[in-house]
């Protein structure tokens, strides 16, 4: 855009060329590209037009985005962008003292921070300060009127158009953040769908019946729940947690899960694998505070042998339909990645000869909150056991008895919520060949 600063006979024709080259430049200003556009850009053109063609020395823009602090995005007394020591902390609190509404001139006032400036042109919008941009002149061959007062009112229309451009800029951002955040959140559902199997995948066996459910506190969460086919007559199962949130922490569940499903199998040491998946956390986790606890078991309905390792989750419950009889299977191991070693540890095998039922279950089941005081009961896990005998119906159960103390004001989840319920039932009558202990 050429400048209207050259030699002309007639003052009349300097009128005319002035008058067109600002309304060339708001035009060009008000047609910016955005696929081209900067804040920078933007600042180093108003800086260019003030400075260099309508002879303004000293220019201060001072931005408010949405959602975000005052900002000094120009400071041409510092001969550069955001420089300069009048920071925003320090100038804008007495900028909204002075309480101005329209551009107004200050080289009256006797206040340190505005030597050197001229005029504030305020720039509000729904009633609260958006932008202020601050003028001054110290050319001392200026002539006649100073080039702050001459050309103010377009001053001021070119700054509105300038925080107007920076606005709309910052809703762009916005909306191209929200559509990665869209594109992660998809991305993350499809690593919710390996973390949690499907109640239609989980395997159809003699002996064995499955209930499930699943409620993640965020969009995305960081509970595994899974159940394999090893045989014919065995299956292996996994309920985890990690302990960070988002999709880093689904990141690392989803490979942990991978891992699972190609190590779990009939042949392999429960010991082995759960060592193999401690150096995979531990890799993983890379140095953070990351750590997964897990209850690993394997399940056999011909020898009804439940082998299992605890790795710091929350003791499952098994209860006998036959007897009654309520045992919690504690922790034998701490969680994985914790430590680069694990202590020394063997899998715990008890056999099931009766009609059995095995409630697994992740923090946000016992843990809640209810007002100030934080909360550890396993009582809806008991309640369920003794009313129902079929481990769909016991987590639907369950999943009620949950949201109906929410609702009620009793109970603030503040986790993940999973539940995995197994009925046994199996072919074992005598006592089993393979050696077996118990807790």
Request: aromatic share 8%.
């Amino acid at each position: 855009m050429e400048s209207p600063r050259r030699e002309l006979v007639n003052p009349k024709d300097a009128r005319i060329q002035l008058t067109q080259y600002k309304l060339r430049a708001l035009l060009d200003f008000s047609s910016i590209n955005y696929g081209d556009f900067t804040p920078k850009v933007l600042m180093e053109r108003f800086s260019h037009i003030l400075n260099e063609d309508l002879l303004i020395d000293n220019v201060l823009f001072y931005f408010k985005g949405e959602d975000r602090d005052w900002e000094l995005l120009l400071n041409t007394q510092d001969g550069g962008l955001g420089g300069g020591a009048l920071s925003p902390q320090q100038v804008v609190p007495v900028l909204d003292g002075l309480g101005y509404r329209k551009p107004t001139i200050v080289s009256s006032l006797d206040i340190d921070l505005f030597r050197g400036f001229d005029v504030i042109i305020p720039i509000f919008q729904d009633s609260e300060a958006r932008a202020y941009v601050l003028l001054g002149d110290n050319s001392e061959t200026t002539r006649g009127v100073s080039p702050v007062v001459k050309h103010l009112k377009f001053a001021e229309t070119l700054a509105s158009i300038c925080y107007l451009s920076l606005s709309n800029f910052q809703q762009v951002v916005k909306r191209i953040r929200q559509q990665d955040l869209q594109h992660q959140m998809e991305m993350a559902g499809k690593l919710q769908r390996v973390l949690v199997v499907s109640p239609k995948h989980l395997p159809r066996m003699p002996g064995v019946e499955y209930g499930m459910f699943y409620r993640p506190y965020f969009e995305i969460g960081g509970d595994s729940l899974d159940v394999r086919r090893l045989s014919d007559t065995m299956i292996g199962f996994c309920v985890a947690d990690v302990s960070g949130k988002g999709i880093p922490a689904a990141l690392m569940m989803s490979s942990f899960n991978a891992h699972f499903r190609a190590r779990m199998t009939v042949e392999v040491s429960m010991e082995h694998l759960v060592k193999v998946l401690n150096d995979l956390v531990m890799e993983l986790a890379d140095g953070s505070d990351t750590f997964i606890t897990a209850f690993i078991a394997r399940f056999d309905t011909r020898s009804g042998v439940l082998e299992y390792v605890n790795a710091g989750q929350n003791p499952p419950a098994l209860r006998s339909e036959v007897s009654g009889s309520l045992e919690y299977l504690g922790s034998n191991q701490v969680g994985l990645g914790m430590v680069e070693e694990l202590p020394y540890f063997e899998a715990r095998r008890l056999r099931i000869q009766e009609p059995s039922m095995l409630v697994c279950y992740t923090d946000g089941l016992v843990e809640s909150r209810c007002g100030s005081a934080d909360i550890y009961s396993t009582s809806l896990v008991e309640e369920a056991l003794a009313r129902y005998s079929h481990p769909a119906q016991l987590v639907d159960g369950i999943a009620q008895m949950v949201r109906d103390q929410e609702g009620s004001g009793t109970r603030e989840v503040f986790d993940d919520v999973s539940i995995l319920a197994l009925h046994f039932n199996s072919n074992s009558k005598s006592p089993s060949a393979c050696p077996l202990t118990t807790q």
